[in-house]
Each structure stands twice: as structure tokens, then as C-alpha cells.
């Protein structure tokens, strides 16, 4: 699927920006975007405002949990509305217990659409191009997440469509996965989608795919940017707490065996044990990356984050904290001129993971690593 054909659906499916009634829920009521009541953030009219006139003409709902922080886009019919308002509620308790909100006062204003040069960037809240900027991206504002429940392909496709005609930097990440992926979760703006249905998924579960994109929001809005097999290894401790079980493989295609989803305890241990085992360290630990998947990385960064939210819940908010600042550092690129741009797709370089990873949590972290995966608990 092209920029153009994504840009089309988006004035198909009706992306205009004047308001219009819709049916946004609180606590078994309408509620006016315009003026919310009190007890509901602003967040909650930015993230909603966008899918207002699509969700009206598609006959879908924005019900708002009731501590206004989340919102879930269904079709107002859908029989699964209740359940999954109380699986945001145990997903977001779930998370409470290691990774806290952010603070009340971290509030900014709405971000600014990034500039269209063909390249996808994220100034949202730099100065121009041509203006010194500062020594670092600016942290993204405090959004709240939406959880976009689609029904069937087109209808993720026109919601697709919508973001990126409301955010020029999506359009090569867009184009990049085309038609392949019913899935994803998004920094900026905070949201989440899955299909109802899949049917050529035997092992899809849309349960386990709203617990596993919302704990990945989650972690998004509050540790700020930190890498990807730190991202899903979390999700997919949270999925599995909540759910009692595994469903949801971004990446993967293809047949899932009936013991991972349990989890890849067993895994861990095989590779792990013996004489021969391999040493854990950072390139074991992060080696799963965005866009792939790979059994034995993927096993690491589950156990790892295992090992770090139960081991060093306390030390997380911290690590992420840091680990975000060096994103937000490593991503700003200056040019001669003085003018500047973000680079989204910036990734951590190895050396400083590991220097992060054992400052926050010392110096003999990979030995006792390695004797967690070795764990048969």
C-alpha cells in the first residue's frame, strides 16, 4: 500500500477536521469532545479528535475507561466491548505495579505535525529548520493511548489511511509494511490497532492483542523511547500475566507451537545449560530487533524483562528514563547549516545498552542473568 493509495482512503474515510457530534462514552454516557466533564483530561479530546467523523460514519464508539486513561475505538454493536474495558483495566494495573505514570504535571501542548520533506521525521515540537535547536528531541507531551479494535482489513486500512494523512512522518513507515501487518503500535500519536477477526490466524486472539499493544503504549507514554526487545519483552510478561498465556508475535508468520505460549522458559534453559552454553551479555539480551523475528532473540528479551520486573522493578523507571535521554540525544541531527531533524528510526548502539543496563543494575548482571534463564521456575 502506497503513501497515495494511504492518502486516498484517508479522504475516503472521511478525515476532516471540523467538529462534529459523536458518540464518545464515559461511565454508560455521551460525553461532548468540546467540553469534557470533569474528571477527564485533555488528553483524552486530542486522541479521540482525530477518529470523531470516521468512527460516526463507520458506526464505531469511543468508550473512555473510567480513570480517563484509555480509549477504546469499537463498533458500538460489538459484543466485546465490556470485557475488553475491563482487560485495559487489569493491562494498565498490571503495568502500575513497575513502570508508574507520569507525573500529573508533565503536560505540553498538542504536537505539531511534522514537516513534509519525503522523509519521515518527528519534529513535533522543534523549532524550524534553520533555527539552533536544543541538544536533544524534545520528550514526546503525555498522550493517552487509543486502542483501535477494527473490524475487518478495510476498516484498519481506512484507519491506517487516517494516520498517516493526520501524520506525514508515518508515510514511509506506511509504505514499508504495505498490506503485510494487522497490527502495530505508534509513539506519536499513542495508538494501537488489531483486527477482530483473522481467520487465516488460527492462533489469533484479539484479547491478547489489545493486553499486548496497550502494554506497549504504556510503556511508550511513560519510560519514553527504549528499544524494541525492551518494548515487546514487557508486553509479553503483561500479556501473559492478564491473559495466562501468549498469542500475539509481531513479525512472525507461520505455525506457533503449542508450548510458547506458556512462554520460552524451557527454551531459555536449553540453550543456557551445559558445558557449552554460551555466555549472556548485551548481544544475547537485545538482540531481537523491529522488523524481525527470531525464536531464540525473542526468548531473551521475554526472560530478560522477566528477570528485570521482578528482579529490579524499582530500577526500571530510571533505566528507561536514561535510556530514552540517549534516544532523544543519539536521534538529533544537526547539519552544517545549523538547521536539524530528528531521526525516528535511530536505534542504540550495543556498547550503550550494556553500559545503561549494568550501571542501573550492576556490575555482575550477566551471571545472575544467566542463572534466571537457567531458572526451571
Same mark, same amino acid.
Given at each position: 500500500?502506497?503513501?497515495?493509495?494511504?492518502?486516498?482512503?484517508?479522504?475516503?474515510?472521511?478525515?476532516?477536521?471540523?467538529?462534529?457530534?459523536?458518540?464518545?462514552?464515559?461511565?454508560?454516557?455521551?460525553?461532548?469532545?468540546?467540553?469534557?466533564?470533569?474528571?477527564?483530561?485533555?488528553? #483524552?479530546?486530542?486522541?479521540?479528535?482525530?477518529?470523531?467523523?470516521?468512527?460516526?460514519?463507520?458506526?464505531?464508539?469511543?468508550?473512555?475507561?473510567?480513570?480517563?486513561?484509555?480509549?477504546?475505538?469499537?463498533?458500538?454493536?460489538?459484543?466485546? @466491548?465490556?470485557?475488553?474495558?475491563?482487560?485495559?483495566?487489569?493491562?494498565?494495573?498490571?503495568?502500575?505495579?513497575?513502570?508508574?505514570?507520569?507525573?500529573?504535571?508533565?503536560?505540553?501542548?498538542?504536537?505539531?505535525?511534522?514537516?513534509?520533506?519525503?522523509?519521515?521525521?518527528?519534529?513535533?515540537?522543534? /523549532? /524550524? $529548520?534553520?533555527?539552533?535547536?536544543?541538544?536533544? @528531541?524534545?520528550?514526546?507531551?503525555?498522550? #493517552? /493511548?487509543?486502542?483501535?479494535?477494527?473490524? +475487518?482489513?478495510?476498516?484498519?486500512?481506512?484507519?491506517?489511511?487516517?494516520?498517516?494523512?493526520?501524520?506525514?512522518?508515518?508515510?514511509?513507515?506506511?509504505?514499508?509494511?504495505?498490506?503485510?501487518?494487522?497490527?502495530? =503500535?505508534?509513539?506519536?500519536?499513542?495508538?494501537?490497532?488489531?483486527?477482530?477477526?483473522?481467520?487465516? +490466524?488460527?492462533?489469533?486472539?484479539?484479547? +491478547?492483542?489489545?493486553?499486548? &499493544?496497550? =502494554?506497549?503504549?504504556?510503556?511508550?507514554?511513560?519510560?519514553?523511547?527504549?528499544?524494541?526487545?525492551?518494548?515487546?519483552?514487557?508486553?509479553? +510478561? @503483561?500479556?501473559?500475566?492478564?491473559?495466562?498465556?501468549?498469542?500475539?508475535?509481531?513479525? &512472525?508468520?507461520?505455525?506457533?507451537?503449542?508450548?510458547?505460549?506458556?512462554?520460552?522458559? /524451557?527454551?531459555?534453559?536449553?540453550?543456557?545449560?551445559?558445558?557449552? =552454553?554460551?555466555?549472556?551479555?548485551?548481544?544475547?539480551?537485545?538482540?531481537?530487533?523491529?522488523?524481525?523475528?527470531?525464536?531464540?532473540?525473542?526468548?531473551?528479551?521475554?526472560?530478560?524483562?522477566?528477570?528485570?520486573?521482578?528482579?529490579? $522493578?524499582?530500577?526500571?523507571?530510571?533505566?528507561?528514563?536514561?535510556?530514552?535521554?540517549?534516544?532523544?540525544?543519539?536521534?538529533?541531527? @544537526?547539519?552544517?547549516?545549523?538547521?536539524?531533524?530528528?531521526?525516528?528510526?535511530?536505534?542504540?548502539?550495543?556498547?550503550?545498552?550494556?553500559?545503561?543496563?549494568? &550501571?542501573?543494575?550492576?556490575?555482575?548482571?550477566?551471571?545472575?542473568?544467566?542463572?534466571?534463564?537457567?531458572?526451571?521456575?
Amino acid at each position: 500500500m502506497t503513501m497515495r493509495s494511504l492518502a486516498a482512503l484517508a479522504v475516503l474515510s472521511g478525515c476532516l477536521s471540523a467538529p462534529l457530534r459523536a458518540d464518545l462514552m464515559w461511565k454508560g454516557q455521551k460525553v461532548d469532545p468540546a467540553a469534557l466533564p470533569e474528571g477527564l483530561p485533555p488528553e #483524552v479530546a486530542r486522541a479521540a479528535q482525530p477518529w470523531l467523523e470516521w468512527s460516526r460514519k463507520r458506526g464505531y464508539h469511543l468508550w473512555v475507561s473510567d480513570g480517563g486513561d484509555c480509549i477504546l475505538l469499537a463498533e458500538k454493536r460489538w459484543s466485546g @466491548v465490556e470485557e475488553s474495558m475491563g482487560l485495559i483495566a487489569d493491562t494498565i494495573a498490571a503495568v502500575d505495579r513497575f513502570l508508574p505514570p507520569r507525573p500529573a504535571d508533565v503536560v505540553a501542548e498538542a504536537p505539531k505535525e511534522a514537516p513534509s520533506t519525503g522523509t519521515p521525521l518527528e519534529d513535533f515540537d522543534l /523549532p /524550524p $529548520a534553520g533555527v539552533q535547536g536544543p541538544s536533544e @528531541v524534545p520528550r514526546t507531551p503525555h498522550q #493517552v /493511548p487509543l486502542l483501535f479494535a477494527a473490524r +475487518n482489513p478495510a476498516h484498519y486500512k481506512e484507519g491506517l489511511g487516517l494516520l498517516v494523512g493526520g501524520n506525514a512522518w508515518l508515510a514511509a513507515w506506511a509504505d514499508e509494511i504495505g498490506g503485510e501487518s494487522y497490527g502495530l =503500535a505508534l509513539p506519536e500519536p499513542l495508538v494501537g490497532a488489531w483486527l477482530i477477526e483473522a481467520p487465516e +490466524n488460527e492462533e489469533w486472539d484479539p484479547r +491478547n492483542e489489545l493486553v499486548h &499493544r496497550l =502494554a506497549q503504549l504504556l510503556v511508550m507514554d511513560r519510560g519514553g523511547r527504549v528499544p524494541y526487545w525492551m518494548l515487546v519483552g514487557t508486553a509479553w +510478561n @503483561v500479556e501473559l500475566e492478564v491473559r495466562g498465556g501468549i498469542y500475539c508475535f509481531p513479525y &512472525r508468520y507461520g505455525f506457533v507451537g503449542i508450548g510458547e505460549h506458556g512462554g520460552w522458559a /524451557p527454551a531459555l534453559r536449553s540453550r543456557f545449560t551445559g558445558r557449552d =552454553a554460551p555466555e549472556v551479555d548485551a548481544a544475547v539480551l537485545c538482540a531481537l530487533q523491529r522488523g524481525t523475528y527470531v525464536d531464540r532473540d525473542a526468548a531473551a528479551a521475554w526472560g530478560g524483562m522477566r528477570f528485570l520486573i521482578e528482579e529490579h $522493578a524499582a530500577d526500571l523507571p530510571a533505566l528507561m528514563a536514561d535510556l530514552d535521554r540517549a534516544w532523544r540525544q543519539g536521534a538529533l541531527e @544537526v547539519a552544517e547549516d545549523g538547521s536539524w531533524r530528528s531521526l525516528p528510526l535511530w536505534q542504540w548502539p550495543l556498547e550503550t545498552q550494556a553500559d545503561l543496563l549494568r &550501571r542501573h543494575l550492576g556490575r555482575d548482571l550477566w551471571e545472575r542473568l544467566r542463572a534466571a534463564f537457567r531458572d526451571e521456575s
